[in-house]
């Protein structure tokens, strides 16, 4: 056990020797070393008190002995910081925040450029069949008819082409029965003449003497016009110069045929002349064709027709 005179020597020794080595060590040691010294010096003590008790000390000086540590422990002051140390492993991750707010939206950006065409597609299934529509509006095939005595068709009629009416002298036995239309632009196919007694017709000239209404055209030769329509229907309607209801009157005039001296072993047809008709060429007696009036008979007609009165007549149609 030591004694309290040893126990003075050691504790001056130790402090020396921290006094001398803090010349050279930096403030931490020195403190390090303070803190060893109070444990040992407190170690010391209590073993020398548990193994002959010493003589009690007075308040004063254990006062004294506190007042000598607390100096060496002030006298540990904060040293200057130390070099930094490596770092540290990992830390544990953090919770997951909260999403933040949505950003505004971007400028838009340049259109891009237009993609070459890609492949044509596979051909579809045939679509389902449409239903029957219904019937269209009842069409008309059209109609024709020649108007005697004009070179012009009525209005709403289409001239097909204008001509001559022409016939079979009337000092010829045989030819033709009925008028013929004959335009002014002939063609003609192979051969176009013979020695072989061909028929022969020839222009048609009025025969009206002393009948005002058809304007001085006696001797004159006849012009003709065939006309379209698209009506459906036409014919000539003789004895009356008006059509019956809901028919059209394309033109209405005087039923005339051939002369009745003439010398043609048969007749002729007759056909309905224009009311107004025209004349062409000359009137100088050419002998050729003839068309002239008809006349109304008491014999057997009803009494309305009566005696000698000019028959007239209407192309109609509808």
Not at 40 to 66: F, N, T, W
Request: aromatic fraction near 6%; proline fraction near 9%; hydrophobic fraction near 25%.
């Amino acid at each position: 056990m030591l004694s309290t005179s040893k126990k003075s020597n050691v504790v001056t020794f130790l402090v020396l020797a921290v006094l001398a080595g803090a010349v050279i060590l930096e403030g931490g040691l020195i403190c390090y070393l303070f803190q060893k010294m109070n444990h040992l010096e407190a170690k010391i003590s209590d073993k020398a008190q548990v193994s002959s008790p010493s003589p009690r000390v007075g308040p004063g000086e254990e006062v004294e002995k506190q007042i000598k540590r607390g100096k060496r422990q002030d006298s540990c002051t904060t040293g200057s910081p130390g070099p930094t140390g490596p770092p540290g492993p990992p830390g544990t991750p953090g919770t997951k925040g909260m999403a933040g707010n949505s950003g505004d939206p971007g400028i838009p950006g340049i259109p891009g450029t237009h993609g070459s065409p890609g492949p044509a597609g596979i051909k579809g299934d045939p679509g389902v069949s449409g239903g029957v529509g219904p019937p269209g509006a009842e069409g008309g095939s059209g109609a024709t008819y020649t108007r005697w005595g004009r070179r012009t068709c009525p209005t709403g009629a289409q001239p097909l082409y204008t001509g001559v009416a022409a016939g079979t002298g009337y000092h010829e036995k045989g030819g033709t029965v009925n008028y013929l239309c004959m335009p002014y632009n002939p063609q003609f196919k192979g051969q176009a003449t013979t020695t072989h007694y061909p028929n022969g017709i020839e222009a048609v000239e009025y025969i009206l003497e002393s009948f005002p209404p058809t304007n001085g055209k006696h001797l004159y030769e006849m012009p003709c016009a065939v006309c379209y329509i698209t009506k459906a229907a036409t014919f000539t309607q003789v004895g009356r110069y008006e059509c019956p209801q809901e028919w059209t009157v394309e033109y209405s005039g005087y039923q005339m045929s051939d002369h009745i001296h003439g010398n043609r072993g048969g007749r002729t047809e007759s056909v309905c002349v224009d009311g107004e008709p025209e004349g062409i060429g000359s009137s100088s007696y050419q002998g050729p064709a003839h068309i002239t009036l008809i006349k109304s008979t008491n014999r057997g007609l009803p009494a309305a027709y009566g005696n000698g009165k000019i028959i007239t007549c209407a192309v109609c149609s509808r």
